[in-house]
T-cell receptor, first 110, second 115 residues
């Protein structure tokens, strides 16, 4: 399995930016980096994914290090609705496992 | 666009009983996944279908778990007989394809309690 390392928990003040880090030192050249989040009592929700270049969408931005061994999910203005567990996942074709790990539990403080 | 539907949402059974979960993926999605999520852990993939064929079932406890996806649309996951350690949320997800750039769409899950 392609493993990732994330902090267990983080806190952020409402309306401030949040940077959620992820280390993936064993990433291979063709692995995609996916981020999902899971709100309480709901199924995971896709946030963003990328391969090499930084990516932006309506939910967040994904900054990928030049060596691809780490990435950062950026929430530009945290809201209370962003309180969730955020999972960083490497997706590869070989083996095909979508390994979630334990993720980072984000608390947003009003 | 309708999301992934799952039923039932909650189920309580006694150990050694049988239980079945149903999933209807997003229309047109060829790939369907079943995950098991134990409290405090991330989801664990149990089985992946591509249309009506199994792509990966390496983590499915085949002595008690079975799954099928007849006609390549709906899917059913069954546990027979259930054990206490099967208490978990069972999540169904679908995606347009199985490639590494496709995102998965998850249903709300079925919370199973085995007593």
């Amino acid at each position: 399995d392609a493993k990732t390392t994330q902090p267990n928990s983080m806190e952020s003040n409402e309306e401030e930016p949040v940077h959620l880090p992820c280390n993936h030192s064993t990433i291979s050249g063709t692995d995609y980096i996916h981020w999902y989040r899971q709100l309480p009592s709901q199924g995971p929700e896709y946030v963003i994914h990328g391969l090499t270049s930084n990516v932006n969408n309506r939910m967040a931005s994904l900054a990928i290090a030049e060596d691809r061994k780490s990435s950062t999910l950026i929430l530009h203005r945290a809201t209370l609705r962003d309180a969730a567990v955020y999972y960083c996942i490497l997706r590869r074709d070989t083996g095909n496992q979508f390994y979630f790990g334990t993720g980072t539990s984000l608390t947003v403080i009003p | 666009e309708a999301g992934v539907a799952q039923s039932p949402r909650y189920k309580i059974i006694e150990k050694r009983q049988s239980v079945a979960f149903w999933c209807n993926p997003i229309s047109g999605h060829a790939t369907l996944y079943w995950y098991q999520q134990i409290l405090g852990q991330g989801p664990k993939l149990l089985i992946q279908f591509q249309n009506n064929g199994v792509v990966d079932d390496s983590q499915l406890p085949k002595d008690r778990f079975s799954a099928e996806r007849l006609k390549g649309v709906d899917s059913t996951l069954k546990i027979q007989p259930a054990k206490l350690e099967d208490s978990a949320v069972y999540l169904c997800a679908s995606s347009k394809g199985q490639g590494r750039s496709y995102e998965q769409y998850f249903g709300p899950g079925t919370r199973l309690t085995v007593t």
